[in-house]
């Protein structure tokens, strides 16, 4: 079984910066690629930021410039550096991991809980 927690998340005005973390535990043998989603009241879940365990990252056009997603492999840990929030920013804030429990099992999808995100005007 593996658990993704989230933490950072929080109250901010525009303008200002939060720090995300992602730390995946439990049953892990290897973990691919991780990233961050969010999802703002009355919207689908949207892809934020992604990053591959060699350091590859893809970023959605509204936060490029903005946003900084990095990683700690040792850690099994990611983080997203968020600067100059926009009030279009607010979201509940998602982690995603593929992992791999074992040697022979084929990479699954986990979520953690999700962290609020909300950044005033």
């Known amino acids: 079984q593996v658990q993704l927690v989230e933490s950072g998340g929080g109250l901010v005005q525009s303008g200002g910066s939060l720090r995300l973390s992602c730390a995946a535990s439990?049953?892990?043998?290897?973990?691919?690629?991780m990233g961050w989603y969010r999802q703002a009241p009355g919207k689908d879940r949207e892809l934020v930021a992604t990053i591959t365990p060699i350091g590859n990252t893809k970023y959605t056009d509204s936060v490029k410039g903005r946003f900084t997603i990095s990683r700690d492999n040792p850690k099994n840990t990611i983080y997203l550096q968020m600067n100059s929030l926009k009030p279009e920013d607010t979201a509940v804030y998602y982690c995603?991991?593929?992992?791999?429990?074992?040697?022979?099992?084929?990479?699954?999808?986990?979520w953690g809980q999700g962290t609020q995100v909300a950044v005033s005007s």
């Open positions: 995603y991991a593929d992992i791999m429990s074992g040697w022979n099992s084929p990479p699954v999808g986990s």
């Open positions: 439990g049953s892990i043998f290897r973990v691919h690629t």
